[in-house]
């Protein structure tokens, strides 16, 4: 045998987003002509509004066609600056704080990057369940990965008396996601409070407010850990383009910190020298064009949500939650799972897509199960009504026929 080069432990052990994963068997089912409906994206069902893809257009017809700095272009800084601090109470952020990324995740592993070092032991609190990659880049950065577990009864917050037990002298970085992938959770403005105190008594720790859902909040309006006192300079505020107006695929994430802009900077100089030009024009336009488009989605991913918790509460062996903000649901399946005799969430979701033709994801796709947390599949709700009625409406056929064959 020819010796090969290796490949890194590091690229070895990358975690992944197994949503990603589903949905090439989804497609593999989908080729075979089965007909499957699917809740497996965490993506707006829209396009993105009109005025934006023509800013987009205008972009590219006036020659925009260059690098930008890798910080993004002045007035997006300015615009986004303005809007961060408009959603968050009016906080200090100036353009110079703000630097613009190809979405929002590349700011996760710049923020690991900036804050912990290689194999020093320094550790990174996150959210159980949760974005996967968060999990994924503590590892591959070298650091220590520490889930704080998220509670149903607590309706997906965790207890910051758990968290205060988990900090340790080695704790570089708290990662907080809300409103929240997978769940829908969010943190309470008391919450919030008691997780600041304690934070208070460590000063070694920095924040991630993963607020990329900020604007799909549907109790109250939205509020940041940074807006809380001596927060601000600590907290590393991370919002974007994605969710709000519908531009997963345009690449456009901002993230602020006073201290750590330069840092986020030069990562951006060092990989992707800055994000899409063309983007960024259509950013800035979506900043700072009218809202109604968002406004739309907001509502209509509202009035599913509430389609969605309603149905999934009727059907037999599952309870749902009320999601607070985003555009997941996160049922517990526990009963449902003993209904059919699936061994858990993953069973269970493997049978719901090949018997049933429904797609979503189950709980070990987004971190290690809860112990006694019980089972969850995630559906994300950005599906038209008709494919929440007929799907929601397969599982429960889908229970029923095969409870009765267990019994
Ligand atoms: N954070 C969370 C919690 C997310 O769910 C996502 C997108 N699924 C992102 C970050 C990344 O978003 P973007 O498209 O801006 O990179």
Redesign the pocket.
């Given at each position: 045998m020819p010796v090969m080069p290796e490949i890194s432990q590091r690229a070895q052990s990358l975690g992944t987003e197994n949503a990603f994963v589903v949905l090439a068997e989804v497609n593999a089912l989908a080729r075979q002509g089965k007909d499957i409906i699917s809740f497996c994206i965490?993506?707006p069902d829209f396009p993105a509004p009109v005025h934006v893809q023509e800013a987009a257009i205008r972009a590219i017809r006036e020659g925009k066609h260059g690098y930008t700095p890798s910080a993004g272009i002045d007035p997006l800084r300015e615009a986004a600056a303005r809007y961060m601090s408009g959603m968050r109470g009016g906080l200090p952020i100036r353009p110079e704080d703000v630097v613009i990324g190809a979405?929002?995740?590349?700011f996760?592993a710049y923020a690991i990057l900036s804050t912990t070092d290689h194999g020093a032991g320094d550790e990174v609190i996150y959210p159980n369940p949760g974005?996967p990659?968060y999990e994924s880049q503590i590892t591959a950065c070298g650091a220590i990965p520490v889930p704080v577990q998220l509670k149903e009864d607590r309706d997906f917050a965790f207890d910051p008396a758990e968290l205060e037990k988990l900090i340790t002298p080695r704790t570089r970085l708290l990662i907080l996601?809300y409103p929240h992938?997978p769940t829908g959770g969010l943190l309470s403005r008391k919450e919030l409070q008691a997780v600041s105190s304690i934070l208070q008594k460590h000063p070694q720790i920095w924040v991630y407010a993963?607020e990329?859902?900020s604007r799909l909040c549907y109790s109250g309006e939205f509020f940041s850990i940074a807006q809380l006192p001596g927060m601000y300079e600590r907290t590393i505020i991370?919002d974007?383009a994605?969710?709000t107006w519908a531009m997963?695929g345009w690449?456009i994430?901002f993230a602020s910190n006073p201290r750590l802009a330069p840092a986020f900077t030069r990562w951006i100089t060092n990989t992707e020298s800055c994000a899409s030009q063309i983007s960024q024009w259509a950013a800035l336009e979506a900043i700072n064009g009218p809202q109604d488009a968002a406004e739309m989605m907001k509502q209509s991913f509202l009035d599913r949500r509430n389609l969605i918790v309603k149905i999934l509460n009727e059907t037999p062996g599952i309870s749902c939650r009320t999601p607070g903000g985003a555009f997941y649901a996160w049922p517990n399946v526990t009963e449902a799972c003993r209904m059919v005799g699936a061994a858990d969430s993953e069973e269970f979701r493997k049978r719901l897509l090949n018997e049933a033709g429904v797609a979503v994801l189950a709980d070990i796709h987004f971190g290690a199960r809860v112990p006694g947390e019980g089972q969850h599949l995630r559906f994300s709700y950005a599906a038209s009504r008709q494919a929440i009625e007929q799907g929601i409406a397969r599982m429960a056929d889908f229970i029923r026929e095969n409870t009765r064959k267990v019994a």
């Open positions: 965490g993506q979405g929002a995740k590349p996760i974005f990659i996601n992938n993963d990329i859902y991370s974007g994605s969710k997963t690449r994430g």
